[in-house]
């Protein structure tokens, strides 16, 4: 019994990250390939984008709700990253999961530039790793709590499935149309 319950944990551990990832490469590449842009555009300059999408949601312009979505995807869409990576491999060191955390994100701003798919923005690399950043805070708490690795995806599998649901519902919904 207990053999099939952890092998069942373990399908739907794979299943939800299986799931985030392809989530994730589809709303950073793939669906943008239908609507490229035809000039490269490179923001170099922290907290630009980002305190122009605060003075929208301040002040309450027409755009606040793409602010708002923005700002909100360009974060919780990293958490899991933070949460899933330091269940792989056996450095568990938070810096070291920070630092692929931090290449994956400037990889893909490079690759939207490259290709036309987007705005290479510094801003979104800020926010991205905010978002994995608190995913690895989340695992460090996890862990403390559960003193295992083994209980720590578990605990992880049970939050994908009670948060990620509706976050997948969320991302489909407002983000990845």
């Keep these: ?18 799931t985030y990832l392809s989530l994730l490469l589809h709303a950073l590449i793939f669906q943008r390939i239908h609507w490229p842009i035809t000039a490269r555009s490179v923001n170099l300059i922290p907290f630009d984008t980002i305190g122009d999408y605060v003075l929208e949601l301040v002040h309450g312009s ?15 869409f990293f958490v899991p990253l933070g949460l899933y990576l330091p269940l792989f491999g056996a450095d568990r060191n938070v810096m ?5 955390i931090l290449l994956f994100c400037v990889a893909v701003e490079v690759l ?31 862990l403390t709590a ?10 992880t599998t049970i939050l994908s499935v009670a948060a ?4 997948l519902y969320f991302a489909y919904d407002h983000i990845l149309l």
């Design 146 to 155: 559960c003193k295992q690795k083994q209980k720590v995806r578990l605990c």
């Design 1 to 18: 019994m207990k053999r099939s319950y952890q092998r069942i944990c373990s399908i739907l551990f794979y299943t939800f990250l299986f």
């Design 112 to 142: 939207q530039w490259s290709f036309r798919l987007g705005v290479a923005d510094i801003d979104d690399v800020i926010l991205n790793c905010l978002g994995g950043f608190l995913g690895l805070m989340m695992y460090k708490v996890l």
């Design 62 to 76: 027409d755009s606040d709700r793409l602010a708002f979505d923005n700002l909100l995807f360009n974060i919780l």
């Design 164 to 167: 990620g649901l509706p976050a």
């Design 96 to 100: 070291s999961c920070f630092k692929w």
